[in-house]
């Protein structure tokens, strides 16, 4: 005896099979050609579907010879549509037509079988798909190869790279796994790439504020040195390059934060309120200094691109190797001096790590590749190498603004420098 459907099953294939179906005529009828499939189609493709299944819904026996049919339909369909020619003399037969009738008819099972969110997750997804040629045919010619094939890679290394790792100590001189270091590798690298890219393919992301902001999930660093350049070449956009060099470096407090909290949450807690209150007080800077630029600066100027701020790919192999061997590097150096200096040892260690890349550092900590150290301590070596990043980053200010045209970012940075040095002082008892 046939179980009767659910109620709620029944109601999600006929809505989610009309909505297809409003979806195909809504974009085919834009052209003269007729193409199977529609607002009655796949409603009635959907309910068969579903009796079918209905009617074995362990072996599936009709509802695979239904499916067959409905494939052979759809392939002589597609094949005569081969065939065709438009009024420019090129065939314009669309895959897509008989991949969505198929959806229709899979669409009952699904609707009947699965959690509702199957039905409705794979029915939008299908309509975006369809509603999107133009959009995604364009991001396609807009993309170059090379980056193609990094996100590849990329995936490579995420898929299949990553499992394989050994997720166990292979040396005694530090107890980060393979696999932990890889997965740092991942995560910041992911962060940097989603900045990228919006810096290179979104157009807002070369003007104004976002530029900064952008910069500051990439590299804080970097885009301190592009935008004190341009606030040195263009006297005009001054004010607002300098406001986005302290935005660059709050949103960077954000980017610790996030990343700590990604591997360690009882840390990220700690660090939480300092660093919250620092980025607050990089925003409040911000916020005044963009101020002042917009009471001096003409209504029509407009900043120039950041997207040289993002520098090279950060998926690529190369960035990735180099990313991989800091970070080993200075979980063999922070245990080394954890272990002949004590505490005092990291936290040096972090004043002169500042200099360079933070995030091998941070991440080692957020690990536990130094064992033996409370979470103050840990939060302190932290606050203290992101403090003295920003005290390189105020020389970078002075050096390639020329002084005076980002004098009040590099004030301003080597301010929240001191403030972070405070209370790290204070975390890690170093005023005891």
Not at 5 to 33: C, I, K
Not at 138 to 147: G, H, I, K, N, Q
Not at 245 to 265: E, G, K, P, Q, S
Not at 391 to 413: D, E, H, M, N, W
Request: charged share 10%; hydrophobic share 55%.
């Amino acid at each position: 005896m046939i179980a009767p459907p659910s109620l709620t099953g029944v109601a999600v294939l006929l809505g989610m099979s009309l909505f297809l179906g409003l979806a195909f005529e809504d974009f085919f009828s834009r052209g003269n050609s007729r193409h199977p499939g529609g607002i009655r189609t796949f409603p009635m493709l959907a309910v068969g579907g579903g009796a079918l299944y209905l009617l074995d819904p362990v072996h599936f026996v009709p509802f695979t010879a239904g499916l067959i049919l409905v494939g052979l339909w759809v392939a002589i369909f597609y094949r005569q549509h081969l065939k065709d020619r438009g009024d420019d003399g090129e065939n314009h037969a669309a895959l897509i037509v008989p991949i969505l009738n198929i959806k229709a008819y899979v669409l009952g099972a699904i609707s009947l079988a699965l959690p509702p969110w199957v039905a409705v997750g794979t029915t939008v997804v299908a309509v975006l798909l369809l509603t999107g040629r133009e959009q995604l045919h364009s991001l396609a010619r807009r993309v170059p190869l090379p980056e193609i094939v990094t996100a590849g890679e990329f995936l490579i290394l995420t898929g299949i790279v990553l499992p394989l790792l050994p997720n166990t100590p292979v040396t005694d001189l530090t107890t980060i796994t393979p696999r932990q270091a890889w997965l740092a590798l991942v995560v910041v690298c992911t962060l940097s790439y989603a900045s990228y890219l919006a810096q290179r393919y979104w157009a807002a992301a070369a003007r104004g504020l976002w530029m900064a902001a952008l910069g500051g999930l990439y590299s804080s660093t970097a885009t301190t040195v592009v935008l004190a350049r341009q606030a040195k070449s263009d006297h005009a956009m001054a004010g607002q390059a300098q406001a986005g060099i302290t935005l660059a470096t709050a949103i960077m407090y954000l980017r610790v934060l996030a990343v700590v909290a990604f591997f360690n949450i009882p840390l990220a807690r700690t660090l939480a309120l300092p660093l919250c209150a620092l980025s607050l007080a990089g925003f409040l800077i911000c916020t005044l200094q963009y101020r002042q630029a917009m009471r001096r600066q003409p209504p029509n100027a407009q900043a120039t691109s950041l997207q040289s701020a993002a520098g090279g790919n950060p998926l690529e192999l190369g960035s990735a190797a180099i990313f991989a061997a800091l970070f080993v590097a200075v979980s063999f150096v922070s245990n080394w001096a954890k272990a002949q200096f004590g505490a005092s040892g990291i936290y040096i260690l972090a004043a002169i790590i500042g200099v360079t890349d933070i995030d091998p550092f941070v991440l080692n900590l957020a690990q536990g590749g130094t064992a033996g150290m409370s979470n103050n301590a840990l939060a302190a070596a932290i606050l203290i190498a992101a403090s003295s990043n920003n005290v390189l980053k105020a020389i970078y200010a002075a050096v390639f603004g020329g002084g005076r045209a980002t004098a009040v970012s590099a004030a301003a940075l080597m301010a929240l420098a001191a403030v972070g040095i405070a209370i790290a002082a204070v975390m890690g008892g170093l005023l005891g």
